[in-house]
């Protein structure tokens, strides 16, 4: 029962890693950036609520109707203002504007909000948890964020595949230039999309806040966690981000049953080996072509 208590836990620990790296997987896959201030903004999301939750006195869960459109919003704004020109530099260019986002971004919150540890109060809904037997407990609050997750990138698929603006982000994404030629813009395609990935890593901050603590420097380890998730479930495939976010749980929830210690160690191994044996992905990406 202690084994199947660590994959339990891992697939819901799975389900974080799945809704943080969904924007990432959404950004690469139209806008082919790897963004390095994926996880700063996931940290801006949790502070944007311990400010929402502070002032206005709401739940957390609450807070998400003020802190999702201001993300959005403020996804749609970088992309028109600052990443849209890095995109004509040439590769480098977009990871080194990034970059600089990320180092700004840690440095703001670092300043206004000081070092000092936050966390979401989740309540009573932060402790519950469903019993399914001896020694097996499933806490709510973690079954919802796996939930969500999936929800998010069931949505995001609907979205892609069903939508005129999901049909003109493919058409971007593979063919910049015939798709200008029949009239779409690509540079408001390529916002909406950063707008709906920002949306997204909203979620994600909001739901680990009331997980866990977080500091305005936790950003760059985000970061790598959501890379890996992408990366073990195929660069760009929408399921293959859930795939990989609930491999790379997994692994680190046995390891740490092994030996604590050893929890971050075994999901880094776990994206060397798969890297090495099957570079492409567990998933090829298929969803946004």
């Known amino acids: 029962m202690t084994w199947v208590n660590a994959i339990v836990q891992g697939l819901l620990l799975g389900g974080v890693y799945a809704l943080f790296a969904c924007g990432l997987s959404l950004v690469f896959g139209v806008l082919r950036i790897v963004n390095l201030a994926h996880g700063d903004l996931t940290v801006l999301a949790a502070f944007l609520a311990v400010v929402a939750t502070g002032t206005l006195g709401v739940n957390p869960l609450v807070s998400l109707v ?4 201001v993300m959005a919003l403020l996804g749609f704004v970088l992309q028109r203002a600052l990443l849209h020109r890095s995109l004509q530099g040439g590769e480098l260019a977009p990871l080194l504007v990034t970059f600089g986002l990320s180092i700004v971004l840690q440095n703001a919150l670092l300043q206004t909000f000081s070092a000092d540890t936050r966390s979401l109060p989740a309540g009573e809904f ?6 399914l037997g001896d020694g097996l407990a499933v ?44 009239g779409l813009d690509d540079r408001r395609v390529y916002a909406i999309a950063t707008a709906i990935a ?18 305005p420097t936790l950003g760059p380890q985000l970061l790598i966690f959501a890379f890996e998730a992408v990366i073990i479930g195929g660069l760009g495939s929408l399921w293959g ?36 044996a099957r570079p492409s992905g567990l998933l090829r990406r298929k969803e946004l072509r």
Do not use: C, K, N
Request: proline fraction near 4%; avoid cysteine; hydrophobic fraction near 60%.
């Open 66 to 69: 003020v802190v999702v459109p």
């Open 126 to 131: 932060g402790t519950a948890s469903l019993q």
């Open 139 to 182: 806490g709510w609050l973690a079954l919802s964020t796996l939930v969500v997750a999936v929800a998010v990138l069931a949505g995001l698929q609907v979205v892609l595949a069903r939508t005129p603006i999901g049909r003109a982000m493919r058409a971007t994404s593979d063919d910049p230039e015939t798709a200008a030629l029949m």
């Open 198 to 215: 920002l949306a997204t890593v909203a979620l994600a901050g909001v739901f680990y806040g009331m997980r866990g603590t977080f500091t």
């Open 241 to 276: 981000t859930l795939l990989g976010g609930l491999v790379l749980g997994v692994a680190q929830a046995v390891g740490a049953q092994i030996q604590p210690s050893y929890g971050v160690l075994a999901g880094h191994l776990v994206f060397l080996v798969v890297l090495a």
